[in-house]
Structure formats: structure tokens, C-alpha cells
């Protein structure tokens, strides 16, 4: 089994920065895609960025591109995301996921480890 635990989120201003990060635990693959998504309720849950394996490749929703920085820790079962120039619908609960194989996938639906979500609210 496989346990993802999430940190790092909280209340802010528009505009503010959060640092969420995830660490993972127990049996899984030795190659695997860590990413986040996000959700409202009401609303289906959304890609935010992924980051393979290595750390090379990454993969944004357009939400995230230029403002959201994705990477691996250096113990790579961590992964942090980094969020900046936060805006109001940027308020959702994140989910940290996890998927065996390289690839920084952006579907919901092939990750096969998920945490249990941290809520980020932003306030302007």
C-alpha cells in the first residue's frame, strides 16, 4: 500500500505564495510520476502539474503555466509545488497523486495512489 501525505496548505491574500509539499511512503515501483490536482466542490478534480521520475519532465494546466513550479525533492519520494501570484479560484482543496512509470501525465484517471488533500484558499 501506498501513502501519500500532503502539508502546506492554508489561507492567503491574492497575490501571496504557498509551498505545498507530499511525501510519499510505502510499496511502490521504484519509477514513478508524482503530480498534483485540484477540486471544488461541486466540480470534477483537476490537473495542476506533474513531474516525472528524474525531475526532467513536467507537465502544466494552463491554470499553472508561469505561475506554479513543480519539482522533486532530492529524496524523490517527495514532491513540492510551489505556488505564486495566487489568485482567488486558485481556492480549491490539492490532492498529491502518484502513478508507476516516467511519464508526467495529466489524467486524473491514471494515477493510482492518491493523498487525502490539503485546502489552499486564497482571499482577495
Known amino acids: 500500500q501506498v501513502h501519500l501525505v500532503e502539508s502546506g496548505g492554508g489561507s492567503v491574500q491574492a497575490g501571496a505564495s504557498l509551498r505545498l509539499s507530499c511525501v510519499a511512503s510505502?510499496?511502490?515501483?521504484?519509477?514513478?510520476?508524482m503530480g498534483w490536482f485540484r477540486q471544488v466542490p461541486g466540480k470534477e478534480r483537476e490537473f495542476v502539474a506533474a513531474v516525472s521520475w528524474l525531475g526532467g519532465s513536467t507537465n502544466y494546466a494552463t491554470s499553472a503555466e508561469g505561475r506554479f513550479i513543480i519539482s522533486r525533492g532530492d529524496a524523490r519520494n517527495t514532491v513540492h509545488l510551489r505556488m505564486n501570484s495566487l489568485k482567488d479560484e486558485d481556492t480549491a482543496v490539492y490532492y498529491c497523486?502518484?502513478?508507476?512509470?516516467?511519464?508526467?501525465?495529466?489524467?486524473?484517471?491514471?494515477?493510482?495512489?492518491w493523498g487525502q488533500g490539503t485546502q489552499v484558499s486564497v482571499s482577495s
Open positions: 497523486a502518484a502513478r508507476p512509470g516516467n511519464g508526467a501525465s495529466g489524467q486524473a484517471s491514471s494515477y493510482d495512489y
Open positions: 510505502g510499496s511502490i515501483s521504484n519509477a514513478y510520476t
